[in-house]
């Protein structure tokens, strides 16, 4: 590789280093501690499944970087495994819809009172 392409390269990262550091520093301004009790369940999840993979991510750059073969270390089990627990979490986020206060509710529906709704939405139509 070229010293110019290699240049343009270091350049390129120092850029995305930066990026990085700016779309986390509202999270690394407040310890953990501070921030969490003031999340919702599902946001607690989100953000701490961030934090697992940043961290893991950056460890992966790192063996990259250093030469050692990152697809053999035990990191990539780790990283695909808080990959299946953003994906738990998108499914959790999914099923449950606010009720305008952050309170998460379960959408079900209730049989019995869908049949008497119809069953009276039938009946009244024809009496008519």
Same mark, same amino acid.
């Given at each position: 590789?070229?010293? %110019?392409? @290699? *240049?343009?390269?270091?350049?390129?990262?120092?850029?995305?280093?930066?990026?990085?550091?700016? /779309? #986390?520093?509202?999270?690394?301004? %407040?310890? @953990? *501690?501070?921030?969490?009790?003031?999340?919702?369940?599902?946001?607690?999840?989100?953000?701490? /499944? #961030?934090?697992?993979?940043?961290?893991?991510? @950056?460890?992966?750059?790192?063996?990259?970087?250093?030469?050692?073969?990152?697809?053999?270390?035990?990191?990539?089990?780790?990283?695909?495994r808080v990959q299946r627990y953003i994906a738990k979490i998108n499914a959790?986020?999914?099923?449950?819809?606010?009720?305008?206060?952050?309170?998460?509710?379960?959408?079900?529906?209730?049989?019995?009172?869908?049949?008497?709704?119809?069953?009276?939405?039938?009946?009244?139509?024809?009496?008519?």
């Amino acid at each position: 590789m070229s010293e %110019q392409k @290699l *240049s343009k390269h270091v350049d390129q990262f120092t850029v995305a280093v930066d990026q990085v550091q700016r /779309a #986390l520093e509202p999270i690394l301004k %407040q310890p @953990l *501690s501070e921030v969490l009790p003031k999340l919702s369940t599902i946001q607690r999840c989100e953000l701490e /499944a #961030l934090v697992a993979y940043s961290i893991d991510t @950056l460890f992966w750059i790192y063996l990259k970087i250093n030469g050692v073969p990152p697809k053999e270390h035990p990191v990539m089990k780790e990283l695909q495994r808080v990959q299946r627990y953003i994906a738990k979490i998108n499914a959790a986020k999914a099923t449950v819809s606010t009720d305008g206060n952050g309170n998460g509710r379960t959408l079900q529906l209730d049989r019995d009172a869908a049949d008497r709704f119809i069953k009276g939405a039938l009946g009244s139509s024809s009496k008519r």
